[in-house]
């Protein structure tokens, strides 16, 4: 017992002591959730500490996972007149954006590989943790797999994705969040408020419709991946 509340202690304090540390640096990549991967992985590779145990002690946090993505409906009801007036360009994105996000990680390990265990769990590799991880099992795939994929493309799209933004000239809010919240569900959309009120709204609600949109048309995509 006294072993499991040591293992949360080690998640929580590494956590904030660098998001205290990361938070005088302005760019992306001072991404505190980043930096605490990068710590905590060789901890359990040279030391004795049991990564199973961590996990199962660990299981509290990912339970918060689920408040914490609704949570996310509060910049978007600040946002809502905004999000009215773009609606139905909204939903054409995010639809679009949802099925190439599934569609084109389906593909590529496809070219890799053909266990179907791994490709559904890259099924749902563009939405939130707990949505990808419940297709994921319905499917046949890992949901462990499944939520660490979601956690890699996330950790990308909140550190590359504002640069890449910037070099590409996307530069209207709206557009910034839609974007975030398309290609990098929860851990972009905390990136998209950074950024911006606006950014944040609209990338709550591209993380919502992603996630609606890919539950709908998983069976589809897992369908057509498995003929090819």
Known sequence: MIELVLYSLLTVITFLF??????????????P???SIVLLIPVFL??????????????????????AVVALAIPLFVQLQHVKKQLLPIIICC????????ASGLLLARLISNDEILLMSLLPKSITSPIAMEISQQFGGLPPLAAG????????????????MKLVGITH?????LAMGTSAHAIGTAAALNLGEQQGA????????CGIFTAIFAPLLAWLIMLI
Request: glycine share 8%; hydrophobic share 55%.
């Open 18 to 31: 660098l998001k205290r540390l990361l938070a005088r640096f302005s760019h992306p990549i001072a991404n």
């Open 33 to 35: 959730l980043l930096w």
């Open 46 to 67: 040279f030391t004795p500490l049991d990564a199973k145990a961590y996990q199962s002690a660990n299981h509290w946090l990912i339970k918060l996972l689920e408040p």
């Open 95 to 102: 639809l679009g954006g949802s099925i190439l996000a599934s």
């Open 149 to 164: 994929v979601v956690i890699i493309v996330g950790l990308i799209g909140a550190v590359f994705g504002p640069v890449l």
């Open 173 to 177: 809010p709206q557009a910034q969040g």
């Open 202 to 209: 609209f990338s709550s609600i591209a993380l919502v419709l």
